[in-house]
C-alpha cells in the first residue's frame, strides 16, 4: 500500500512540475495576446465613442477576422460593458451598436442558457447593461433561480429593462432577498425616475418574509404615505424582523400618530426593536412622550436605560432637568448616565 | 525496494495507516477548497462594494486598537484608520498606559477633549481613567480611551464595552489593513439568509520586499497560500473552520458579550473567542457560520527571521494547549454536532498531534533500524515518501495559484517558489517540531 503511495506522489509530483511550467508560460502568453487585445478594442471602444449621430455606424475591416475568435469576443464584451457602466445618454448607444454588430447579443443569448452559473450570471447581466429588451422573458424566468447570483443580477436586469415594472419579480420569488441584495436591488432604483408603484399592497401581505422587508424599505424610500396603515399593522407581524422594519418606515412616513403606535408594541418588544423604536422616538421630538419613558427607566435594563435617558434628552433639551427629579436620580447607575448626558450636551454645544 | 510489509510491528501498521487516512483526508479537502475558490473568484466579478460603502443601510462596526508606548507610529496607524472606505465605522484606540507620548500625540493631532462617558459594562473589564472625542466633527468617529495599564484581553473588553457597533474587530499595531477591509469582511453578514454569521474573517500575510525575500520568506508565504487554497476554503464549506491562526476576524458584537468577551490569562485572544462563540451557538442550538474570504486584507509588518519564527511558533502551540485544556469537553461529544465529533478531532488527530507522531515514528524507526528489525533501506524509502507527499502536497498549491489567479508568469518565479516548496520540510519542519516542543514545555511549566 506504502509502496503504491509512494510511486503515485513522485509521479504525480512530475506532472505538477510539468503542468505548472506549462500554465505559466500558457499565462504569460495569454497576458501578450490581451495586451494587444486590450490596444485594439480601446481604439474601437473610443471610435464608436466618438462618433456623431449621423454617421452611418460600421466595423472596421481589421476587426472582422478577430471577431470570429471566442475569447476575444468574451473580451471585447467585458470591455464594452465597462465602458457602458462609465458613460451615459448618446456613448452608450452607439456602445450599444457596436455590441449588436459584433453580434454579441448572439452569444450572450448562448451563456443565457450555460450550465456554468457565472457564464449564465454575466449574460443575464449583460442584458440589463446593454439594454436588450428582447431578452425580457429569458431574464423574468431567471429571477427566481435557485443560484443567488443568477438570481439578484436577473432581477436587476429586468429593473434595467423595464424599470420600476420590472418590480413584478417580488410577486413570484419563494428565496430570500439577503440584505446585501436589498441594498443592491435599492440601489438600483434610485438610478430611476420614481413612478407609482403597483403591487404594494399584495407585496406587504407575502408570504415571502424578505419581499415585505423590502417593500416596507421602498415605501420609506419614496414616502409612499398612502401606505401607512398597511405599515401600523405590521408592527404586529410575529416576526422580529419585519417589525423592525416597519418601525422604521414609519418613522419616515411618520403623523402625529406615530409616537403613540410605537409606544403601544414596545413592551413587548425585543432589545433590538426597542433601541430602534427609542432611536426613532428622538427624532420625534414628542414631549408626550417622556412620562411614559420616565416610567420605562424603572424596568428595562441599564443598556436600555442608556438609551431611554438620551432620547429623554433628545427629545427635549430641558429633560435632563426632569431626569434629576426622578426618585433613584442620584443612585448608580442613573446618576452616573445622567452626569455623562449633561457632559455630552455641554460639549455639543462648544 | 525492500518494504516493510513483512514486519509484524502493529505500530509500523498504525504508523501506515496514519499516513494513507492523512492523506486521503488532505485529498478531499484540498479538491473542496480549490473547487469553493474557484466558486469564490467567479462570483468576485458580481460584486461591488461601493454598493454598501455609500449605503446607509451598511452596519455600524467598531475598529478597536489597543496601544502601549507607540508615539512613533500611532499618528500613522489612526490616519489609515480614518482613510478606511467605510462610512459606519467606530474607531476606538485604548491606550494600554503608555509611558511615552502616544496619548499627547493623539491629543494634540486630533484636538481631544475629556468626557464623561458611562460605560456600561456588559462584560467585565478594568477601570478607564479618561475618554476623549475630538472637537473637530470630522473626527467624530473616533474615541480614545486613556486606560491604566492591564492585560491585552482587559483592554479590548473595555473597547467593547464602550463599542456602539453591531460588529466589532480589533487591530494589532503591527498590522496594516487593506483600505476595503472593513468593507468587504461586512458582506458576508448581510448576505446570510438562513444562518446567523457569528464572524468572518480573511487571511494576514506577511508584508515582505520581494526583492529582498529569503527563503525562509518564501516557505512561510507559500504556507500561507497552501493554507489559504487547499484548507481554510474547504472548512467553511462545511462550516467547520476551526483554530484560525492568523485571521483578521470582525465578530457579532452581541454573542461576543454573551461569551463574556476575550478571555484574560490566554495568549489565543481572537481563537479562544471564536471557539467560545461556536460553543455557545452550539448550545443554544442557533443555526450558524463563521464566514472566510480568501483574499489578503491585512498585513503584519514583522521581520521574518529564524528566531521570530521559533517564539511564534512556540507561542502558537501554547495558545493551542490552552485552548485545548478550555474546550477539552467538545471532543467527541455529540451535543456541539460536527464540531465535536468532525472537526475538533480532525484538527486534533491530523494538525495539532502531526510533530508527536513525526518525532515518535521517527525514533521508533532508527530503533528498529539499530535493531535490523527493519532494513535501512525500508526507513530511507519510509523518509523520501513523507517527503515527497509533503512536497507533492505544495506542488498541488502552485499550481492552483497559477491557474485560478493567472499569476506567475515569469518561470523565475515559479521555480522560486518550487524551490521554497522542496526545502520546506527540510528547513521548516525541524522549526516545527522544535517550537512545539518548546511550546509545550512552557504550557506545562508555566513559563
Not at chain 1, 443575464?124 to 431574464?139: A, C
Not at chain 2, 489597543?66 to 484608520?81: A, D, F, M
Not at chain 2, 481613567?129 to 486606560?147: E, R
Amino acid at each position: 500500500m506504502l509502496q503504491l503511495l509512494f510511486y503515485i506522489t513522485v509521479y504525480t509530483s512530475i506532472v505538477l512540475l510539468l503542468m505548472m511550467f506549462f500554465f505559466s508560460y500558457l499565462n504569460k502568453v495569454k497576458k501578450q495576446k490581451y495586451s494587444v487585445w486590450e490596444k485594439e478594442s480601446n481604439e474601437l471602444i473610443n471610435t464608436f465613442i466618438f462618433i456623431d449621430n449621423n454617421t452611418v455606424l460600421e466595423l472596421p475591416d481589421d476587426i472582422h477576422t478577430l471577431k470570429k475568435n471566442p475569447f476575444f469576443r468574451t473580451f471585447i464584451s467585458q470591455k464594452i460593458i465597462t465602458a457602458v457602466k462609465n458613460f451615459s445618454g448618446e456613448t452608450t448607444r452607439n456602445l450599444k451598436q457596436l455590441y449588436l454588430l459584433l453580434e454579441l447579443d448572439k452569444d450572450t443569448l448562448h451563456d443565457t442558457k450555460h450550465v456554468l452559473g457565472h457564464l449564465k450570471t454575466r449574460a443575464i447581466r449583460n442584458v440589463g447593461v446593454m439594454n436588450l429588451k428582447n431578452f425580457e422573458e429569458i431574464v423574468f424566468e431567471n429571477t427566481n433561480h435557485k443560484n443567488d447570483l443568477i438570481r439578484i443580477e436577473a432581477q436587476v436586469a429586468l429593473i434595467r429593462l423595464t424599470g420600476f415594472k420590472g418590480l413584478k419579480f417580488l410577486n413570484i420569488i419563494t428565496y430570500p432577498i439577503s440584505e446585501w441584495y436589498q441594498i443592491v436591488l435599492l440601489r438600483e432604483l434610485k438610478t430611476l425616475d420614481p413612478e407609482k408603484f403597483k403591487g404594494i399592497k399584495i407585496w406587504l401581505k407575502s408570504f415571502n418574509k424578505s419581499v415585505i422587508v423590502f417593500t416596507l424599505k421602498l415605501i420609506a424610500n419614496y414616502h409612499l404615505f398612502e401606505f401607512y396603515p398597511d405599515t401600523v399593522k405590521l408592527l404586529h407581524h410575529k416576526n422580529h424582523k419585519i417589525r423592525l422594519q416597519a418601525i422604521r418606515t414609519l418613522a419616515k412616513i411618520f403623523n402625529k400618530n406615530t409616537p403613540k403606535e410605537l409606544l403601544s408594541i414596545f413592551e413587548n418588544e425585543t432589545t433590538e426593536n426597542k433601541i430602534a423604536i427609542l432611536k426613532e422616538l428622538s427624532s420625534f421630538k414628542e414631549q408626550s412622550t417622556i412620562p411614559y419613558l420616565i416610567e420605562l427607566l424603572k424596568q428595562e435594563t441599564p443598556t436600555l436605560q442608556i438609551v431611554i435617558i438620551k432620547t429623554i434628552a433628545k427629545i427635549d433639551t430641558e429633560g435632563i432637568l426632569l431626569l434629576e427629579k426622578i426618585p433613584n436620580a442620584h443612585t448608580p447607575p442613573l446618576n452616573n448616565i445622567i452626569l455623562q448626558l449633561k457632559e455630552e450636551q455641554a460639549y455639543e454645544l462648544d | 525496494m525492500n518494504w516493510i510489509n513483512n514486519t509484524p510491528f502493529f505500530i509500523l501498521q498504525l504508523i501506515g495507516f496514519y499516513i494513507v487516512l492523512s492523506v486521503i483526508i488532505h485529498v478531499c479537502i484540498a479538491i473542496t477548497s480549490i473547487l469553493k475558490n474557484q466558486i469564490y473568484l467567479n462570483r468576485k466579478e458580481f460584486t461591488d462594494y461601493n454598493t454598501l460603502a455609500s449605503s446607509s443601510n451598511a452596519p455600524n462596526i467598531s475598529v478597536i486598537k489597543v496601544i502601549y508606548n507607540q508615539e512613533n507610529t500611532i499618528l500613522q496607524s489612526v490616519k489609515l484608520l480614518l482613510l478606511s472606505h467605510y462610512n459606519n465605522l467606530e474607531i476606538i484606540i485604548i491606550n494600554n498606559g503608555s509611558t511615552d507620548n502616544s496619548l499627547q500625540n493623539l491629543i494634540k493631532t486630533y484636538n481631544l477633549k475629556p468626557i464623561n462617558v458611562y460605560i456600561n459594562k456588559e462584560i467585565d473589564s478594568g477601570p478607564v481613567k479618561t475618554i476623549y472625542k475630538s472637537t473637530n466633527p470630522i473626527y467624530k468617529k473616533l474615541i480614545i480611551v486613556d486606560k491604566p495599564i492591564s492585560n491585552n484581553a482587559d483592554s479590548l473588553n473595555t473597547g467593547i464595552n464602550i463599542a456602539s457597533g453591531k460588529y466589532i474587530t480589533h487591530i494589532n499595531t503591527n498590522y496594516v489593513i487593506k483600505q476595503d477591509a472593513i468593507l468587504k469582511l461586512s458582506k458576508p453578514f448581510l448576505k446570510e439568509t438562513t444562518q446567523k454569521v457569528i464572524a468572518s474573517g480573511s487571511v494576514i500575510k506577511y508584508a515582505e520586499n520581494k526583492k529582498s525575500a529569503t527563503i525562509l520568506s518564501r516557505i512561510i508565504s507559500l504556507k500561507h497560500t497552501r493554507i489559504l487554497l487547499l484548507e481554510y476554503m474547504a472548512w467553511t464549506k462545511v462550516n467547520e473552520l476551526l483554530f484560525t491562526p492568523g485571521l483578521f476576524m470582525i465578530f457579532d458584537r452581541e454573542i461576543a458579550i454573551k461569551c463574556k468577551g476575550y478571555t484574560p490569562n490566554t495568549s489565543s485572544l481572537d481563537m479562544e473567542l471564536t471557539m467560545r462563540m461556536r460553543q455557545y451557538m452550539e448550545e443554544h442550538k442557533t443555526a450558524y457560520t463563521i464566514s472566510f474570504i480568501p483574499d489578503i486584507l491585512c498585513w503584519k509588518k514583522e521581520e521574518i527571521n529564524f528566531k521570530n519564527i521559533l517564539t511564534k511558533k512556540s507561542n502558537w502551540t501554547l495558545k493551542k494547549l490552552e485552548s485545548l485544556k478550555s474546550n477539552k469537553k467538545i471532543i467527541f461529544n455529540r451535543k456541539y454536532g460536527t464540531l465535536g465529533l468532525v472537526s475538533y478531532p480532525y484538527w486534533f488527530l491530523f494538525k495539532f498531534l502531526t510533530p508527536i507522531v513525526k518525532v515518535i515514528t521517527f525514533i521508533y524507526l532508527l530503533v528498529l533500524g539499530s535493531t535490523k528489525q527493519i532494513s535501512w533501506l525500508s526507513i530511507i524509502s519510509l523518509g523520501v515518501l513523507l517527503y515527497s507527499l509533503k512536497i507533492t502536497y505544495s506542488f498541488i498549491a502552485i499550481l492552483t495559484k497559477i491557474i485560478t489567479q493567472h499569476k506567475n508568469n515569469q518561470n523565475n518565479s515559479v521555480v522560486k517558489q518550487i524551490v521554497a516548496a522542496i526545502l520546506e520540510p527540510i528547513i521548516f519542519t525541524p522549526i516545527v517540531i522544535f517550537s512545539f516542543f518548546k511550546g509545550s514545555l512552557q504550557y506545562f511549566t508555566k513559563k
